[in-house]
């Protein structure tokens, strides 16, 4: 379960997170039909875009928020009609009207077929400006569309911190029976000495590398979910984060939403608690792939940023297993 370019991925250095078998790619696009596509900033400048593409539209969705210092379009409309209308956005906080005026232009629709997209960001002003995103970046995030997803720092990942390393991107997924649950993070939040190293944790870091900070969560899955189910498990998928180390900080927006590629139906709520678990687990994991992936970059004060330490984590991993 490499990630795309065959970089190790979490389960490679640490090995697995949780009791629930993953899906064969380990990622969001494990559930059926669904696509990914980044891409970063023609300018050059450290931002990006990415897509998250359901197979079908309109398809049942909800959101939930742990802190809401953070923005995510359409919201309004998916809590109260629950369903999603168009593909989900990523990008940095000041390319979300761009983008937003770039997805109404994708969707084809006239002046009077009203539409309005789904974006969500998180703030990458340390490393970037993301008002240099433009209409071709969302085009060519939404022409690289396809099953393999990159993590790390791409697309709306390239320019955001995680614990105050180098953030972005990450995915995951797992099996429940007959059905797949695959989440999505960008991550941009948390202070390095609370990230959870298998019970251990890093020094703080040397000055203040990073803002406050945010996450937006994506949770598929293929269950015929209704709307107020997806709000339970888009909120498991951001206490997922808890587990990692996040404790929603007061600059932190943490804000997720959850669809179904099925329709209609309804799960037994008697029968959620393992999708529950297959969120919760499966962010935990986004996050730890997204720190692994992720590269060095420089600040926008000229400084660089300083990469995670995977070879520790592995001295880590072999210490809680007992290996010398």
């Not at 037994?268 to 499966?282: H, K, Q």
């Amino acid at each position: 379960m490499a990630s795309t370019g065959g970089r190790e991925r979490w389960r490679e250095i640490a090995g697995p997170v949780g009791l629930i078998d993953p899906g064969p790619r380990n990622s969001i696009t494990d559930v059926p039909g669904l696509l990914v596509g980044h891409s970063q900033a023609e300018s050059g400048e450290p931002t990006g875009v990415t897509v998250v593409e359901p197979p079908t539209l309109p398809a049942p969705a909800a959101t939930a928020v742990v802190n809401g210092m953070g923005e995510l379009t359409g919201k309004i409309e998916i809590d109260e009609r629950g369903h999603l209308t168009t593909p989900v956005y990523l990008c940095g906080s000041h390319a979300v009207g761009i983008v937003h005026h770039a997805a109404v232009l994708a969707s084809g629709h006239g002046p009077g077929q009203i539409v309005l997209p789904v974006v969500g960001e998180c703030d990458d002003s340390w490393r970037a400006d993301s008002r240099r995103v433009v209409v071709g970046d969302v085009e060519r995030a939404l022409a690289s569309l396809g099953e393999q997803v990159a993590e790390g720092t791409v697309g709306a990942g390239t320019g955001m911190m995680c614990f105050e390393f180098p953030g972005g991107i990450g995915t995951a997924s797992r099996v429940v029976g007959e059905h797949r649950v695959g989440v999505l993070l960008l991550c941009n939040f948390g202070d390095r000495e609370r990230l959870d190293l298998f019970g251990a944790h890093l020094e703080p870091a040397q000055v203040d590398t990073a803002p406050a900070g945010s996450c937006i969560a994506v949770c598929a899955t293929d269950a015929p979910m209704a709307p107020h189910q997806l709000r339970r498990m888009a909120l498991r998928a951001l206490l997922g984060l808890v587990r990692v180390g996040s404790y929603g900080c007061e600059g932190s927006g943490e804000i997720g939403l959850a669809f179904s590629t099925a329709q209609p139906g309804e799960v037994s709520n008697d029968d959620l608690d393992p999708f529950f678990a297959a969120a919760w687990e499966a962010a935990q994991e986004s996050v730890y792939n997204c720190l692994v992936a992720a590269r060095p970059g420089e600040m926008r004060d000229g400084t660089m940023q300083e990469g995670f330490p995977i070879e520790e984590v592995r001295r880590l991993a072999r210490a809680r297993d007992g290996d010398a």
